[in-house]
């Protein structure tokens, strides 16, 4: 008789699970420290923009504020378009678990199904026995003439 591939099949799937979960970790790490990173310029920008307040004379100083809040603007935007691509990356990896899932999933309940109908089969085949023992029996008594077998 074949040996069953199923097991290993599902040894597959749960390592695919493994792994799927893996790669999740990694991009809501990427997705975290980009959310730091764009909390950090947010709190430089408010430093700069209280600074700022402080100059009384700040046409002097308009120039160079403008081409600091320029910058940090810039870096923003790159990092907010950074948090944007993990986000997506995160909601891709969402899937793949979830795919990778549903796949272990339906092997197991391949493997419980195969099971339940190999009990049954198995069950079957007992009272199959057990019909043709009594069967057997009715025929022992009958040919007998009634009487019981150990006589």
């Known amino acids: 008789m074949a040996r069953d591939a199923l097991p290993l099949v599902l040894s597959v799937r749960r390592r695919a699970v493994d792994q799927a979960r893996a790669a999740l970790g990694v991009r809501l790490a990427e997705e975290a420290t980009a959310a730091e990173r764009l909390e950090a310029i947010e709190r430089r920008l408010q430093t700069e923009r209280r600074n700022d307040a402080r100059f009384e004379d700040r046409s002097y100083f308009l120039d160079v504020l403008a081409a600091g809040y320029q910058r940090i603007q810039t870096e923003r935007d790159a990092i907010f378009a950074t948090l944007q691509d993990a986000?997506?990356?995160?909601?891709?990896?969402?899937?793949?678990?979830?795919?990778?899932?549903?796949?272990?999933?339906?092997?197991?309940?391949?493997?419980?199904?195969?099971?339940?109908?190999?009990?049954?089969?198995?069950?079957?085949?007992?009272?199959?026995?057990l019909d043709d023992l009594a069967s057997l029996i009715r025929a022992r008594r009958r040919a007998l003439g009634g009487r019981s077998a150990a006589d």
Do not use: G, M
Request: charged residues 35%.
């Open 87 to 129: 986000r997506a990356k995160t909601a891709e990896a969402r899937t793949i678990v979830t795919e990778a899932r549903q796949a272990a999933e339906a092997v197991e309940k391949l493997i419980e199904e195969r099971a339940a109908a190999q009990a049954e089969r198995e069950q079957q085949q007992a009272q199959h026995t």
